[in-house]
Structures are given as structure tokens and as C-alpha cells.
């Protein structure tokens, strides 16, 4: 069975938002821009492996030498981590806030109730005395740091996990929290680290399912932003050869249309995912912001109202409202 775009709860439209917001004010980032032309190959799969860390990475990595890393400090400091207060030392397990916002991680947020607990799991985290005693934590670790929306450090803990008990869905898991780390990186060079690291744990998970159609479509979004772009574009028509209506796939390619300034593409990928999958928020709104770029204002108008229609996120609906008043304009 297809899968959806994102598969946990309500982060479908936070995604959108995101994706919303750079569509309006033209910043897309393109793929081939995704590598700085300093930056060597080298450093590059040197950070991917750095990152895998419980900050993600943090100044240790060449991409995070101006931004704050993803990961979190004890509660208790109150305030949020700059690129300043990351240079020229390292960090212990979780010496960062756990979910405060921060410009390297916007979209991130915590209660103070969540910030304790975090604490206080990393806390018996440092204490425990091996392995065995460590797997619980790590799970509770994962769940918590998801729930914040900090999927870097969830991935690492769901990597221990994987490393301890080698199985396909753990592999799975860990690759999809770091495939949407990368997602809400707000620095090109932070995504690339992100995409490699789930990409080569996406690598791990098809190597023991081979037929596991859903982290075939992941492996190919992440070669995206690597060296190989157009063997991810293949991999991803691979799946649609196999199933001409992925859900996940056919999101992907409207997406990448977008990427590549194709709108008419963008738009025809997207009417088509919503055909197939008329209960996909993210499909409909952007079919929408699709068909508005080429001019189609009445059929763009009744897209976002699909999209409205299916969800009551009231950021959503804010985006909506500005897109209809751009078409009245």
C-alpha cells in the first residue's frame, strides 16, 4: 500500500506551511544549488557521519559552523542556543535546549512540562550503566525529541536502537526521523548532512526488504541533494512503475517539479496525486499554489478549498487566505 508524504500525525501541515512560505516569497531552494562550491566532498560525508550525533551534529559540523545546532540543552538555562555559543567547544549528550525555537530549528517547540521530562530522561541516559540498560531510554528519548519536533536527535537514539536489534522497521524508523530533519533545515548545507545520513540508513533498510517500495521512494528523494540527482529522479520512477498511483512518489516529483521552476509539470504531478489521494492536504493546497503561478485563478480557488476543507490548522488556513487574496489582487 502507497504511504503518505509524511506519515505522523499533523506534521503533514506543518510541512506545508513551511513549503507555503518559500513558494510566496520565491526562495525554493533548487537542487543543483543544494552544495556550496567551497564545500568538498569529503567534508560533506564527513558531517553526514557527525551528524548522526544527539545535538545533530552541532559546531563539530562544517555546515553548522554559522547556525545553531538542532539538538537539545538542559531546560533549566532558558534561553536559545546561538552560533555563538557553539564555537570552539563540544557538547555532552544533550547539552541543549530540549524544543525551544531557535533560528537553526524555527519550527521546533516544547512545554516546560516537556523540557523536564527530556531532562530528566537524559539524565538517567548518562547514568545508566550499559547497553540493556540504555534501550528503554532510548525509546523514550526518540518519542520525546519527536514530540518536539527535534527529529535529528530522535534519529540518533532510534539508530542505537537499530544498531542493538538489526531489523528493517528500525532502520526504517531512524532513517524517516532523519528524512525529516533535513526537511525543516533551514540551511542548504544542514539538508545535505540530513539527507546522506537517512539516505544511508534508507540504504540498511532495503538491503533487508528489498521490496519496501516506501523507503525506495525515501532513498531516491534524499539523492536529490547528493552527487547522483538524477539516479534518485530514476529510483522514483522505478516505484511509479510499480504502482502508477504512489501516493508518496507522486508528491515527491510535483515537489521537485516545483524545485525546478516547472510549474505546469508541478501542477499536472499534483492533480494527479489528488485523484488518486483526495484527502491529501499538502497535494490540494499545493495543486492550488500551482494553478495560481499559471494563471487558472478558478481552479486554483476550488483546490484551496479542498485543502481548507480537509483540515482546521489554523496556519493553513492563513496561508490559504493569503494565496486567495493574491489571486483578488
Do not use: C
Amino acid at each position: 500500500m502507497a504511504t503518505a508524504p509524511v506519515s505522523r500525525p499533523g506534521l503533514h501541515q506543518i510541512a506545508l506551511v513551511v513549503g507555503a512560505l518559500a513558494l510566496a516569497g520565491g526562495l525554493y531552494a533548487l537542487p543543483k544549488g543544494i552544495v556550496k562550491p567551497k564545500e568538498s566532498k569529503a567534508a560533506l560525508n564527513r558531517d553526514a557521519t557527525r551528524t548522526a550525533a544527539p545535538d545533530g551534529g552541532g559546531s563539530a559540523t562544517n555546515g553548522d559552523k554559522t547556525e545553531a545546532s538542532s539538538g537539545p540543552r538542559p531546560a533549566e538555562t532558558g534561553t536559545v542556543a546561538g552560533a555563538d555559543e557553539h564555537a570552539g567547544h563540544n557538547h555532552a549528550e544533550g547539552e541543549h535546549d530540549a524544543g525551544t525555537s531557535s533560528a537553526a530549528a524555527p519550527h521546533t517547540q516544547a512545554t516546560a512540562d516537556q523540557r523536564r521530562e527530556l531532562n530528566g530522561l537524559l539524565a538517567q541516559y548518562r547514568a545508566a550503566s550499559g547497553g540493556a540498560a540504555r534501550r528503554p531510554l532510548e525509546a523514550a528519548l526518540a518519542k520525546g525529541y519527536t514530540a518536539v519536533q527535534r527529529y535529528d536527535s530522535a534519529g540518533y537514539y532510534l539508530t542505537a536502537i537499530a544498531t542493538a536489534q538489526p531489523a528493517a522497521q528500525a532502520w526504517q524508523q531512524a532513517a524517516e526521523s532523519y528524512l525529516l530533519a533535513a526537511k525543516f533545515a533551514n540551511k542548504i548545507e544542514r539538508k545535505k548532512m540530513l539527507d546522506a545520513r537517512a539516505g544511508e540508513l534508507f540504504q540498511k533498510v532495503l538491503a533487508r526488504d528489498p521490496n519496501n517500495v516506501s523507503a525506495k521512494a525515501d532513498l531516491g528523494l534524499t539523492l536529490m541533494t547528493s552527487d547522483a540527482p538524477m539516479r534518485g529522479v530514476g529510483m522514483l520512477r522505478e516505484v511509479l512503475e510499480q504502482d502508477s498511483t504512489n501516493e508518496k512518489v507522486l508528491y515527491y516529483l510535483g515537489t521537485l517539479a516545483i524545485e525546478s521552476n516547472q510549474y505546469d509539470k508541478a501542477a499536472a504531478r499534483f492533480n494527479q496525486l489528488v485523484r488518486h489521494h483526495p484527502r491529501n492536504v499538502e497535494g490540494q493546497f499545493y495543486l492550488g499554489v500551482m494553478l495560481a503561478r499559471l494563471k487558472r485563478g478558478p481552479a486554483a480557488r476550488a483546490a484551496f478549498a479542498r485543502a481548507k476543507a480537509l483540515s482546521n490548522d489554523p496556519a493553513l488556513a492563513a496561508s490559504i487566505q493569503e494565496e486567495l487574496a493574491k489571486l483578488s489582487s
